[in-house]
Each structure stands twice: as C-alpha cells, then as structure tokens.
C-alpha cells in the first residue's frame, strides 16, 4: 500500500487545506478510495507528487529547452533575473524612455532626434477587423496588410515600417488606450524576452525571407498559445474570482482543473520576474490601495512563489476595467517590437538555416 498515502499527507505535500484536497476529487483531478484499515481516505502517490510539481512551477521546463547554439542575438539578454534591452537595463528603460523610445532604440531606430519616420502602411476594411474578438483584430488586421502589401518581398526600412504600422495596431482595439501610463509600462516590458516560442516562429519565417507582416503573423500565432500570450486569460481569470470573493483556495483549485496555476513561474526566470516586479510597483505607485495587487498577493502567499508578468499583466488590466483578454492585446502590441527586430537579425543570417538535424 506504499503508493497510496492519507488525506493528511496529501494535502501536505500539496500544500492546500483538506476541503481543497476534496474539490481536486470532486473536479475529477485526483482520484481517491476508501481502504480498510485507514481512517482517511486514501491518494494515489504519484498523482499527489506529479500535482505538487505542476503547482509548483506549471510551465516549467527550462531543462528540457533547446539549445539554440548557433544563434545569437542582441536584441535583449537575461542576466541574473534582469532583463537587458539592447544592452540597457528594462527598468531603466521604462523610467527613462517609455514604450515609444524603447520600441526605437530596439528597433535601431535614432532615439534621440527620431529621426527615423514612421512609414505608411496598407489599407486594411476596418470593419471587419471590429467585428472579432479583441484578441484577434491585430492578427487580422496584420495578416490583411499583408495581403494588400505591394512592399511585401520589400526587407527594408523594417523600422520606419514598424513605426508606421503600430499606430494602427492600437486603433484596431479602442477599448485600450496605449498611451495610458500603466498599459505603456506593459507594453515596454513585453518588448522582447529572448528566444521566447513567438520570437523563435518569426525566425524562422524570417529565414525563408518572407515579408515583414508575414513573419509577424507567424509570430502572433505562436503567441495565442495558451501557454504563452494566451495564459493571460487564465492568470485574469483567477484574479477575477479571488476578487469576487471566491476562497483563494478554491480559486486555485479551479486554476488547476484548468492547466495548472497561470501567473507563476517561467521556464527562465529562476526567481521574481523583473518585468512583473516593475509594472506592479508603478501601479502601487499610483494606486496603492489597489485590490487587484491586494487579490494577487494573497493568491501570491499562498502559492509561496513570486508572480510572473502573466498576473502582473491581469492586475493591470483589472484595476482599468478593461476587457478579460485586454493583456494578452497588450502583449501582442508590445511584442511587435520585438519580433521585427529578431525578424531584422534573421535577415542577416544565411537563409533557410532553421531546419531539424537528427541527432542518434
């Protein structure tokens, strides 16, 4: 009977209560029985261990990574959880430049003078961009432009071009306004964070040579994966219920049922994620009764791992009242930024170089 352990223990190596230990039952994510001779119900072992190691960093999987050896970048770097920006700090950047300089000075744009002009970009039927959900209009509304783009095969100018195109990006979602001083911080530390799965898509897109909004595409769709820009839903999800009085307990037993705990851990980041540290304390800046930073610190306590820009992210979104699946918008906007300049890089690089070799 080794594999099967008490209620008592269950919950301790989980670290929940005994009624958060029922509702994992009762939801179908454990499994229990009754075995004669014991007083508690009984778990299964390795399902109570496999669950404590999800909790504990549900998207972990930093030692399972590829190592990218050949490629090279200096778009950003991470370095002792700090997060570099061309080489300059990304708090630094935050307080000195905001979105608009640091979306430059990574793009290589001139900061300073601006000297480099935002370039016109194609014609899109707005209307059909405003009728999908909010988290699908800047997709569309790229991938329409590229279809309309007769400067598609065109790689220059890649940073007049960007300039030219977020503008757009922002006027395809009104229910955000981007100059607002928290969505701004956002944006700029979503910029870029290395050879993440959305940046690696533009890279290889980039690599065939297709176009600039084409590689952005490719981008954005490894972006809506729920583990990447789509897990922006979850952690808001599970902001929201704490903040409409559900028990954080049963809050996060929900966030189980529904793949782990969103907004916590990173498959790079080793301890506190700097980019959730900077937008959550400009937000106590401002506010600092906030009940969305009061709602995910005590869902923080109770996890006993520092939060992510995920739920960063979500506190943001929620103190503004804006949409559910407003950050991962917000994402997608910054973000831009960053994948033109790996897209940049790329176009350097002898072509079609992303290709698997078999290893024995």
């Known amino acids: 009977m080794d594999e099967w352990i008490g209620t008592s223990e269950a919950a301790a190596r989980l670290g929940v209560k005994r009624g958060t230990l029922y509702s994992y039952v009762s939801r179908g994510v454990l499994e229990s029985r009754r075995i004669s001779g014991k007083a508690e119900s009984q778990f299964n072992r390795t399902q109570i261990d496999s669950l404590a190691a999800g909790k504990a960093d549900g998207r972990r999987a930093g030692d399972r990574l590829l190592k990218f050896r050949a490629v090279t970048s200096s778009v950003s770097v991470i370095r002792d959880n700090r997060l570099f920006l061309r080489g300059r700090d990304l708090e630094q950047l935050c307080a000195e430049l905001g979105f608009d300089g640091a979306a430059r000075l990574v793009l290589d744009a001139d900061v300073l003078d ?6 016109p970009m194609p014609e899109v039927n707005w209307d059909i ?19 309309a783009d007769p400067l598609r095969a065109d790689l220059s100018d890649l940073a007049g071009r960007t300039l030219g195109l977020l503008p757009k990006l922002a006027a395809a979602v009104p229910e955000i306004d981007f100059t607002h001083p928290w969505i701004d911080v956002l944006a700029t530390v979503l910029i870029d964070n290395g050879l993440a799965a959305s940046t690696t ?8 040579r297709a176009g600039l909004l084409d590689v952005l595409v490719a981008g954005y769709a490894a972006l809506s994966g729920p583990l990447h820009g789509g897990v922006t839903v979850s952690a808001r999800g599970l902001l929201d219920a704490v903040l409409s009085g559900v028990d954080v307990d049963r ?23 700097p980019r959730a540290r900077i937008v959550v304390d400009r937000v106590i800046a401002d506010r600092p009764e906030s009940s969305a930073v009061a709602a995910a610190r005590a869902i923080e306590e109770r996890v006993g791992r520092p939060m992510n820009i995920d739920l960063a992210g979500a506190i943001v979104t929620s103190e503004i009242g804006l949409p559910p699946r407003s950050a991962e918008v917000v994402f997608q906007y910054g973000r831009t930024v960053g994948m033109v300049a790996h897209a940049a890089e790329e176009y350097q690089e002898a072509p079609l170089r992303w290709r698997g070799s078999r290893t024995s």
Do not use: K, N, Q
């Open 114 to 119: 601006a000297t480099t002009v935002p370039s």
């Open 129 to 147: 961009v405003a009728g999908l959900p909010i988290e699908r209009r800047i997709p569309l509304a790229v991938a329409l432009m590229a279809a």
């Open 201 to 208: 898509a533009v890279r290889v897109a980039a690599s065939a």
């Open 251 to 273: 809050a996060l037993a929900d966030a189980v049922v529904a793949g782990g705990v969103p907004g916590f851990g990173h498959v790079i980041y080793t301890g506190r994620d």
